[in-house]
């Protein structure tokens, strides 16, 4: 078994566990949706979830990932955010629920797009054939690259 202790457990929607250690994550917005959402004490409520294209979960949006959306996005309607690129992290020591927890947070800048070189491709296409095409399907949103590169990187993770 690997990965953060909560992945054990089936949470319905994402939290700062599911980036699995990592720092960041850059990810696209699909969809939303008003969801019914059983909390702590059982309460049900309405909440507004946000849906990414790299996840099967949804995110439980707050006012402050919300806003963040918004910022990046350059609109406050929703159905502008659906194809919006945004930096998922965790942001350690946040007080919710009576508690100082790890929370899921979105960045409030675009993420930044770096020209693919060579020896990127190379650490891509190896670390494809070593097993690791999903976190490499995650990282190409972070380059700009040739339709030649797109090509040959998508042919190898069509292998897997």
Same mark, same amino acid.
């Given at each position: 078994?690997? #990965?953060?202790?909560?992945?054990?457990?089936?949470?319905?929607?994402?939290?700062?566990?599911?980036?699995?250690?990592?720092?960041?994550? *850059?990810?696209? $917005?699909?969809?939303?949706?008003?969801?019914?959402?059983?909390?702590?004490?059982?309460?049900?409520?309405?909440?507004?979830?946000?849906?990414?294209?790299?996840? =099967?979960?949804?995110?439980?949006?707050?006012? /402050?990932?919300?806003?963040?959306?918004?910022? *990046? !996005? #350059? !609109?406050?309607?929703?159905?502008?955010?659906?194809? /919006?690129? $945004? /930096?998922?992290?965790?942001?350690?020591?946040?007080?919710?629920?009576?508690? $100082?927890?790890?929370?899921?947070?979105?960045? =409030?800048?675009?993420? /930044?797009?770096?020209?693919?070189?060579?020896?990127?491709?190379? !650490?891509?296409?190896?670390?494809?054939?070593?097993?690791?095409?999903?976190?490499?399907?995650?990282?190409? *949103?972070?380059?700009?690259?040739?339709?030649?590169?797109?090509?040959?990187?998508?042919?190898?993770? !069509?292998?897997?």
């Amino acid at each position: 078994m690997k #990965g953060h202790w909560k992945k054990q457990f089936n949470y319905e929607y994402l939290g700062s566990y599911s980036l699995d250690g990592k720092k960041e994550i *850059v990810v696209q $917005v699909s969809r939303f949706a008003q969801e019914k959402v059983t909390g702590q004490q059982g309460r049900k409520e309405d909440c507004f979830v946000v849906y990414f294209k790299e996840f =099967d979960k949804g995110m439980i949006l707050n006012r /402050t990932n919300a806003k963040a959306i918004e910022k *990046v !996005s #350059g !609109s406050g309607l929703v159905e502008d955010w659906v194809g /919006t690129q $945004v /930096t998922l992290y965790v942001e350690k020591g946040v007080k919710a629920f009576g508690d $100082v927890v790890d929370a899921l947070r979105i960045r =409030d800048k675009k993420p /930044t797009r770096q020209t693919m070189t060579k020896e990127i491709e190379t !650490s891509m296409l190896d670390a494809i054939k070593n097993g690791k095409g999903t976190q490499v399907e995650q990282a190409l *949103v972070k380059y700009n690259m040739s339709a030649k590169q797109k090509e040959v990187i998508n042919l190898e993770l !069509s292998k897997i």
